[in-house]
């Protein structure tokens, strides 16, 4: 077969069309509403993070910042824990560890679910039907058992924590992955690419994966949320962050026992749980409206 | 018919049996000496670390421990725990009714709020119901479910002493149960407004309101039926979910269910509980879509008939 340059060329081209436009995607998710809070709130955590030493009160981790189990106050604004220290200041300095749990595990889950799913939707046959139906299966385990597998393997702690919840996902990514590759294998760009001669690798990287980023894009954000959800969750039940982490979920599980006495080191931590998935939400569900301005209506 | 249900069994023995697989090979992943993680607190010698070794088969090659394995498994003999020296699946069964309890009750709680948000919110669409459901049905999702739960806990048992802080019997059943409820409901909400919007577009539903049928019977007879479907063939994700929602609701109700063995078996590194607990979770999880599936084929002839 006589391989013209240009017309893969011309399908690399056709492919490249079907990326949105970068200035009219910034425009649309400011505008709407819940991509505008959504960046908002994400915003606020990522700023944070990089100046908790700044903005925070107290040390995170000094004990007897001020008088222990102190209900809110000027001086402590979300109280103080019982160990005295600032609950506002570890709230702070916890974006920190709250940002590196999404980073980490949604790139593990993100990378191998996208390697995953372009190879099984662009295999198709037996290599297809395989991966898939181990990916199934491993998806009807759901991903707290898988998270306790691999913490069962790896022994517990923060960082082990991040990087189950990471492996725990992947059967989620590589499904959404080969769904979106075979709606893609059908588009008239890909067809052309391959009656063009286009290899392997060219269809692979330079026609599928561009058109399953906007996808995975969505996934990964919302997928911050659910990995910050399960860290936390992780973190409350003893296999993730230890003492004296100020990880938002950890501090909740020492809040148990203190509950009458002093709600307030149950509610803020609990509180910039739900703020900070609640934004990552609604900013995967804005991005979403923006790339594909037909889900809108929904 | 038969052959569908067939169909749907031998996909569950698969997930099991790769489930079998997993665990055997679980162990072997263990970074360094899995009998002296398993026993190094316990007074151990050496002759006695080998003789364990020995017993749990783990000086064999892994096949010959996969099949030592699966005979025992067809024996209904799962191992014994490190902690406590009992035979796993007695503990593991004394403890599922709690579990089962748990998730049952919650589906049941989910699928009544979370439906009925759903319907109300498609069917009011761009009304003030539909962004206060779906403004709820998002920071439901949101939220985590143990602060949910800690937030009732809180209100309903210290504050108000309705309700028991635990205990085991129906009453310290109820505060779970809404807390993994209601935390499903936001998900199963947002998926019944949107199998009912693409529903109240169809045609079929136009016909019926142009021909004059009471607007009860196109909604419950005509739009619901139909929209169940969707929503329906999700419930056997839904179980799986709430089975693993369990393990951390269960934990901070102090409900002893299997959940709360699960994560004392991962922190004492007892490894037999933990295969233990994964395959059996593994095989509720599927057996529970298998039913469900079914359930679901009795609603769409198109399945049944296929």
Same mark, same amino acid.
């Given at each position: 077969m006589i391989h013209s340059?240009?017309?893969?060329?011309?399908?690399?081209?056709?492919?490249?069309?079907?990326?949105?436009?970068?200035?009219?995607?910034?425009?649309?998710?400011?505008?709407?509403?819940?991509?505008?809070?959504g960046l908002v709130v994400v915003a606020v955590l990522i700023l944070a993070a990089l100046l908790a030493p700044v903005i925070a009160p107290y040390d995170p981790l000094r004990m007897?910042?001020?008088?222990?189990?102190?209900?809110?106050?000027?001086?402590?604004?979300?109280?103080?824990?019982?160990?005295?220290?600032?609950?506002?200041?570890?709230?702070?300095?916890?974006?920190?560890?709250?940002?590196?749990?999404?980073v980490i595990a949604v790139g593990i889950s993100l990378t191998a679910g996208l390697l995953l799913g372009l190879v099984a939707g662009y295999s198709s046959g037996w290599t297809e039907r395989i991966l898939m139906r181990l990916v199934d299966v491993l998806f009807s385990f759901t991903e707290i058992v898988i998270a306790l597998a691999c913490l069962a393997i790896f022994g517990v702690g923060l960082t082990n924590a991040m990087i189950a919840i990471g492996i725990a996902s992947i059967p989620f990514y590589a499904r959404v992955t080969h769904?979106?590759?075979?709606?893609?294998?059908?588009?008239?760009?890909?067809?052309?690419?391959?009656?063009?001669?286009?290899?392997?690798?060219?269809? %692979?990287?330079?026609?599928?994966?561009?058109?399953?980023?906007?996808?995975?894009?969505?996934?990964?954000?919302?997928?911050?949320?659910?990995a910050i959800l399960a860290a936390a969750g992780l973190?409350?039940?003893?296999?993730?962050?230890?003492?004296?982490?100020?990880?938002?979920?950890?501090?909740?599980?020492?809040?148990?026992?203190? %509950?009458?006495?002093?709600?307030?080191?149950?509610?803020?931590?609990?509180?910039?749980?739900? %703020?900070?998935?609640?934004?990552?939400?609604?900013?995967g569900d804005g991005i979403r409206e923006a790339l594909d301005p037909r889900q809108k209506e929904r | 018919m038969g052959k569908f249900i067939l169909q749907r069994l031998l996909a569950a023995l698969v997930t099991i049996w790769i489930a079998t697989i997993a665990v055997t090979i679980l162990i072997h992943l263990v970074p360094g000496d899995p009998v002296r993680i398993m026993y190094g607190s316990f007074q151990t010698t050496p002759e006695e670390l080998e003789a364990i070794r020995v017993r749990l088969g783990l000086d064999q090659p892994i096949w010959t421990q996969y099949l030592m394995y699966l005979e025992r498994l067809v024996q209904g003999d799962l191992g014994r725990s490190i902690v406590g020296d009992q035979p796993v699946l007695d503990v593991l069964l004394t403890r599922f009714p709690a579990t089962l309890a748990l998730t049952v009750s919650s589906l049941f709680i989910a699928i009544v709020v979370g439906m009925s948000l759903g319907f109300l919110a498609a069917y009011k669409r761009g009304t003030w119901v539909d962004v206060g459901a779906m403004v709820l049905a998002i920071v439901g999702v949101s939220m985590p479910h143990f602060?949910?739960?800690?937030?009732?806990?809180?209100?309903?048992?210290?504050?108000?002493?309705?309700? #028991?802080? =635990?205990?085991? !019997?129906?009453?310290?059943?109820?505060? #779970?149960?809404?807390?993994?409820?209601?935390?499903?409901? =936001?998900?199963?909400?947002?998926?019944?407004?949107? =199998?009912? +919007? !693409? +529903?109240? !577009?169809?045609?079929? +539903?136009?016909?019926?309101?142009?021909?004059?049928? #009471?607007?009860? +019977?196109?909604?419950?007879?005509? =739009?619901?039926r139909s929209g169940l479907v969707p929503v329906v063939s999700m419930l056997g994700l839904q179980f799986a979910y709430l089975m693993g929602g369990a393990i951390v609701i269960e934990n901070v109700f102090a409900w002893n269910g299997v959940g709360r063995l699960a994560i004392e078996a991962v922190l004492s590194r007892d490894y037999p509980l933990i295969q233990g607990f994964i395959l059996f979770f593994a095989t509720v999880v599927a057996l529970a879509s298998v039913v469900i599936d079914i359930a679901y084929a009795f609603l769409d002839p198109r399945i049944r008939y296929s």
């Open positions: 340059s240009s017309t893969v060329e011309l399908a690399d081209d056709l492919a490249a069309d079907y990326a949105p436009h970068k200035r009219s995607f910034w425009r649309a998710l400011v505008a709407s509403p819940s991509g505008l809070i007897a910042a001020g008088p222990r189990l102190q209900p809110p106050s000027l001086n402590h604004l979300m109280g103080t824990d019982d160990f005295g220290r600032d609950v506002i200041s570890r709230i702070i300095y916890g974006a920190r560890l709250t940002l590196q749990i999404g769904s979106v590759v075979l709606v893609e294998k059908g588009k008239p760009y890909f067809e052309a690419a391959v009656a063009a001669g286009a290899g392997h690798m060219r269809l %692979i990287f330079l026609h599928l994966l561009p058109n399953v980023v906007p996808t995975l894009i969505v996934i990964g954000t919302l997928g911050v949320s659910t973190s409350f039940l003893g296999l993730g962050a230890q003492p004296p982490q100020p990880e938002w979920g950890f501090m909740l599980s020492s809040s148990r026992d203190l %509950i009458s006495r002093a709600p307030w080191m149950m509610i803020f931590p609990g509180l910039a749980i739900a %703020i900070t998935v609640l934004g990552f939400n609604l900013l | 602060w949910l739960g800690l937030l009732l806990l809180f209100l309903f048992a210290l504050q108000l002493q309705w309700l #028991p802080v =635990a205990g085991g !019997d129906w009453r310290s059943l109820i505060l #779970p149960a809404l807390t993994l409820g209601l935390a499903n409901a =936001a998900v199963l909400a947002r998926l019944t407004r949107s =199998a009912m +919007i !693409d +529903i109240f !577009d169809q045609d079929f +539903i136009r016909t019926a309101r142009a021909k004059g049928l #009471p607007r009860s +019977i196109v909604l419950y007879r005509h =739009a619901l």
